[in-house]
Nanobody
Framework: QVQLVESGGGLVQAGGSMRLSCAAS????????MGWFRQAPGKEREFVAA????????DYTESVKGRFTISRDDVKNTVYLQMNSLKPEDTAVYYC?????????????WGQGTQVTVSS
């Protein structure tokens, strides 16, 4: 079992940058596929990015390709989401997820979420 805690959300202007972090506790962090999802008001939760074990493969939803970068540090048991060139449509609650299925489209474990608001 793994517990996930996100941090780094907040308010940013369009065009700005923000980095989200997800700290994991528990065993076997290296064995999990890690990812980020987001949920905007009135919309379903959607996949954003995923990182395979050891960071060897990454996957992104089309709307964030070239702007967002997912990475992981298996020593610190942390996964990051670097978000650049942010747009108002990126506004959502961002959730960290851990799973064992690739491609990542669901999560066995979830964090509590962190709000990201992009102002125009």
């Amino acid at each position: 079992q793994v517990q996930l805690v996100e941090s780094g959300g907040g308010l940013v202007q369009a065009g700005g940058s923000m980095r989200l972090s997800c700290a994991a506790s528990g065993r076997n962090f290296r064995s999990y596929i890690m990812g980020w999802f987001r949920q905007a008001p009135g919309k379903e939760r959607e996949f954003v990015a995923a990182c395979f074990r050891s960071g060897s493969i990454t996957d992104y939803t089309e709307s964030v390709k070239g702007r967002f970068t997912i990475s992981r540090d298996d020593v610190k048991n942390t996964v990051y989401l670097q978000m650049n060139s942010l747009k108002p449509e990126d506004t959502a609650v961002y959730y960290c997820a851990a799973d064992n299925t690739w491609p990542l489209r669901r999560g066995d474990y979830w964090g509590q979420g962190t709000q990201v608001t992009v102002s125009s």
